[in-house]
């Protein structure tokens, strides 16, 4: 465990800087607070999370993937030489990233993803550096290094090899320094995620009935918001596009509450109403990727109750579940 200053943690960037493409928060006029390159604005060490998922700077909306030249070769698309480190992003966006990098790497791997995730270098924030002061709860070490704010600088921990490496010239610290906002961290995680997590068993059991999701469907207007800033969704299509030179072929998101999604060439539709999209993307995160994955695959990175204009994100979903279903 570390202890550095501000002087230090800028002399950490720097150093990280000469080998990577670093992106740290910043803010823009209007408030925004995201990632943005080293160097081009004031770094901005607290407040709200980051506003785009930190899953789209591997698996990016549209991703060429490769092209077909008019002989038939075929090239497949080149990626930077330098590798990317995301500076800033909190336990809810780690968790999400360690999600999709276990889903990529499930055989057979994403290359496309694989090839952009590699090399890449994490460094999380979390402590008191929310809105206002907010504590924000510790990672679970899916990242290469953690700072961790407090009102006299920044703990560091490293979690690879790479991060021990880049944490050594600092000075060291005993590691109970961090007990209390442990403790105060594990409090506020398990808060945060009761509704979630009751929500879920009760979607497990199939104690919702079907007029639930008309209900919550009927409020849904298909914009696609909920799944195109959640860093959990990795659905996508394919598009070709074809000029003198060939072909490229690229992948761009797609999402399950279009009416489109699932609909076959014989124009039968599996989920051929708002009911059973609105359905299938509740259950998809709450129940089938549990018995997949073994874990809920919603981090509560808050990005989708804050996009959905009819107010039917996850976390609004799932409180109207315990609410209306919760039999204890
Ligand atoms: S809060 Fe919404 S956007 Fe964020 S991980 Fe969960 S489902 Fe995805
Ligand atoms: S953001 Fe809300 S309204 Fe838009 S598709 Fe998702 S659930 Fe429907």
């Known amino acids: 465990m570390k202890h550095m200053q501000r002087a230090e943690l800028d002399s950490l960037l720097t150093h990280v800087a000469q080998s990577y493409r670093l992106l ?23 407040g709200e999370p ?6 789209e700077y591997f698996l990016p909306q549209l991703d060429p993937l490769l092209k077909i030249d008019t002989a038939g070769g075929v090239q497949l698309a080149t990626v930077p030489e330098t590798p990317l480190c ?25 290359d496309a993803y694989a090839v952009k995730r590699q090399n890449g270098l994490l460094i999380g924030l979390t402590g008191y550096c929310g809105p206002d002061g907010q504590l924000l709860p510790l990672t679970d070490g ?20 790479i991060g021990s490496a880049l944490l050594a010239e600092f000075n060291d610290i005993d590691p109970e320094t961090l007990g209390t906002i442990r403790s105060l961290s594990e409090k506020r995680i398990a808060e945060e995620r009761a509704t979630l997590e009751q929500a879920a068993r009760i979607v497990q059991q199939e104690l919702v009935p079907d007029d639930f999701w008309r209900e919550i469907g009927d409020r849904c207007i298909l914009c696609s918001g909920c799944n195109l800033v959640c860093p959990t969704c990795t659905c996508f299509c394919v598009q070709d596009r074809t000029d003198q030179g060939g072909t490229e072929r690229s992948r761009v998101w797609d999402s399950c509450q279009f009416d489109g999604f699932m609909r076959e060439a014989s124009g039968h539709n599996p989920l051929g109403s708002e009911a059973l999209r609105t359905r299938r993307r509740i259950h998809h995160k709450l129940a089938a990727d549990v018995e997949r994955w073994g874990e809920i695959s919603c981090f509560l990175c808050g990005r989708c109750d804050k996009t959905c204009p009819t107010g039917i994100g996850i976390q609004a979903v799932a409180a109207e579940i315990v609410k209306r279903f919760s039999t204890n």
């Open 50 to 55: 980051v506003q785009r998922k930190p899953t």
């Open 142 to 161: 899916r990242c290469d290094i953690e700072l961790i704010a407090l009102a006299d600088g920044w703990l560091a921990q490293a979690f690879t090899d």
């Open 86 to 110: 995301l500076f800033g992003l909190n336990r809810a966006d780690l968790q999400c990233l360690g999600f999709v990098d276990r889903f990529c790497a499930f055989p057979p791997q994403d």
């Open 24 to 46: 740290v928060p910043q803010r823009l006029e209007d408030g925004t607070r995201l990632l943005r390159p080293w160097g081009e604005g004031e770094l901005v060490l607290s």
